[in-house]
């Protein structure tokens, strides 16, 4: 066997690395020497190979065979220096991945090739390590065996990171990201890991003995990491969730545990913002329902929206007490769900994009309501709910316009509520917006006003016509110690009227708080007290009623 082979130099080179292989071949007899890694990663009969380019063109991907090929044979040939080329090859367990293949070729006194060595490097975006944090990537979970030693897994998410993004801009991200992954490696103890998972997540394989550990650990990364300092001096502060799964019990395996661990994280990030929550059969149900939701309100949209119908909530008139319009509210049933209520669905909905189009069908359902109703009940003001996503929807201004004509609608009486005005990215075109809509007519209402330090905020940017008060700050009005709460309210009353903005009151639950809010001079009233939402033939009920009340004290 040829002396090129028997060089400790191969196997220590060979050794070095375990995503750059290397390789020697003696090209008077065709046999050639793979590193030890080559072969258990892409495969191979052995460590000798006999008429390699052919063997190893086998592992070539089909497509890029001639560009192989092409290149191997021009470096034999003397026609090309070197052997530089990139294509996708199979390893052991029978994937593609990229690798860029270096070589070249020694030629004796008379030109005749004698030595072909050379690397391959594997690029397949599974390297070890992350180009930003320098943490292992998740190709590194390969390596692990869930299934004998015993530990906990946490999926450490950030926050809103998006939004971070967009008010801070990318390099703010990823100093970010870089400061947050120091944190978390600083805590660990000795012997756990930490992975960058994906853009803003990270796992932490820790071996801890229980599960307090594990919190402990958590509670510092939440303290350490809650004001991430800049380099130019700048704050940001962030805030964490996640998900936890032990192994062995919940997952013996990679794919199980990444799968538990991101249903525990979006779990916490919609239920239990901060904390981390461990695996559960509770969680489980609630993914599945996840899933079955989605999957029915697509097929429901398809099928021309079979299933979603409006409840009416009433406006009440303070002054007079009748029936001044209603809040249109979303109802769904679905084929195998029932029970979802709107935070539920329209989440959903929002989530997965559709919320456009079902938002569209809320929109035309209100505004054909207002007009079949105008001739036995008069024009009754009409609101409906929209919300941020919507509104910044090309279509949005152009289908509003064109359905108040379809029906012949005044857009007076039409009030679109923008809800969670604290989602607002683009407060300017969202103004511009807003200017157009009322310039043609349509009344804007700000909705659950007051919760958040983004309403304030948004007022200053954004024309609206009505303030709704949240109803967090209405319903125990009546009840001792909500002094605070009355101030609040009363305090936003005044606002209204010196900035000239309508109000409606919500959530008025009882005759106390009705007789309380009664004082407080809001354009409209809304809540249990007068009406739950209801259905369009028992929100008809309610309006004859009213009407037949109302032409009683005429009389
Ligand atoms: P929201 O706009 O704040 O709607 C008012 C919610 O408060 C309604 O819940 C209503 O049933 C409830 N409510 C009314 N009066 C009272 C009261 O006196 N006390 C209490 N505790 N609650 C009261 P609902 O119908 O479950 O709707 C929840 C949310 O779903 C709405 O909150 C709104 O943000 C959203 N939503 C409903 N329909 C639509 C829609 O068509 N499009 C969009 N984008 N969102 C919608
Ligand atoms: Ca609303």
């Known amino acids: 066997m040829s002396d090129i082979f028997n060089n400790e130099l191969f196997e220590a080179f060979g050794s070095a690395s375990d995503n750059v292989y290397i390789y020697v071949c003696d090209m008077k007899t065709d046999i050639s020497r793979w590193s030890k890694a080559a072969v258990d990663y892409f495969g191979l009969s052995g460590e000798y190979l006999e008429d390699a380019a052919n063997v190893w063109g086998r592992h070539v991907h089909p497509d890029d065979l001639k560009i192989y090929m092409d290149d191997i044979t021009g470096v034999f040939s003397g026609q090309k220096k070197y052997h530089d080329c990139q294509y996708r090859a199979r390893n052991a367990s029978g994937g593609y991945v990229w690798v860029e293949c270096k070589g070249s070729v020694i030629r004796d006194a008379k030109g005749e090739p004698i030595i072909f060595a050379g690397l391959m490097t594997r690029i397949d975006g599974q390297s070890k390590y992350d180009t930003l944090t320098g943490l292992l990537t998740t190709h590194e979970m390969h390596y692990f065996d869930f299934s004998s030693q015993p530990g906990i897994a946490l999926l450490i998410g950030l926050d ?30 000795p012997g756990w890991k930490v992975l960058r998972f994906s853009g803003d997540e990270f796992l932490v394989i820790a071996f801890a003995s229980n599960l307090e550990e594990a919190e402990g650990f958590y509670g510092r990364v939440c303290q350490e990491t809650d004001i ?15 998900g936890g799964a032990l192994f062995p019990q919940d997952a013996d395996t990679r794919e199980i545990l990444i799968n538990k661990l ?29 899933l079955v939701l989605r999957e029915d309100l697509k097929q429901c949209i398809k099928n021309g929206f079979k299933g979603f119908e409006l409840y009416f909530q009433p406006f009440i008139n303070p002054n007079a007490g009748t029936i001044a319009g209603c809040e249109c509210l979303l109802r769904w049933k679905g084929e195998r769900i029932k ?9 959903v909905l929002e989530d997965y994009g559709d919320i456009q189009e079902a938002g569209f069908w809320v929109m035309e359902q209100a505004i054909r309501q207002q007009a079949a109703w105008r001739d036995k009940y008069g024009e009754l003001k009409i609101s409906f709910n929209v919300s941020y996503q919507q509104f910044i929807d090309d279509a949005f201004e152009e289908k509003a316009i064109s359905c108040v004509k379809k029906y012949g609608v005044n857009p007076n009486y039409i009030i679109i509520e923008l809800t969670e005005s604290c989602q607002v990215e683009a407060p300017k075109e969202l103004a511009a917006i807003f200017g157009r809509l009322r310039e043609q007519g349509f009344r804007i209402a700000l909705d659950d006003f007051g919760t958040a330090y983004a309403s304030m905020e948004m007022l200053k940017w954004l024309p609206v016509d009505y303030i709704k008060v949240e109803h967090s700050f209405i319903r125990e009005l009546a009840q001792p110690g909500h002094d605070i709460d009355y101030v609040i309210v009363d305090s936003l009353m005044e606002m209204c009227r010196r900035l000239g903005y309508h109000s409606i009151i919500e959530g008025v639950e009882n005759s ?21 939402p209801v259905c369009r033939k028992d929100f008809e009920k309610l309006l004859d009623e009213d009407r037949i009340m109302s032409l009683s004290l005429e009389v």
């Not at 991430?228 to 996640?242: C, H, N, P, Q, T």
């Not at 979006?266 to 461990?278: I, T």
């Not at 029970?339 to 989440?347: A, G, H, L, Q, V």
């Open 160 to 189: 809103g990171f998006r939004k971070i993004v967009s008010n801070y801009g990318y390099n703010v991200g990823d100093e970010i990201l870089i400061k947050f992954s120091r944190e978390i490696n600083k805590l660990c103890k």
């Open 228 to 242: 991430v300092k800049l380099e130019d001096g700048r704050k940001v502060g962030i805030s964490i969730s996640a």
């Open 262 to 290: 991101e249903h525990s994280l979006e779990y916490a990030k919609n239920n239990q913002r901060g904390s981390l929550v461990f695996f559960s059969e509770e969680i489980a149900r609630r993914h599945e329902r996840g």
């Open 339 to 347: 029970d979802s209520y709107p935070m539920e669905f329209i989440k």
């Open 512 to 532: 106390k708080v009705a007789d309380i809010v009664g004082g407080l001079n809001a354009t409209l009233l809304q809540g249990y007290h007068y009406s739950v």
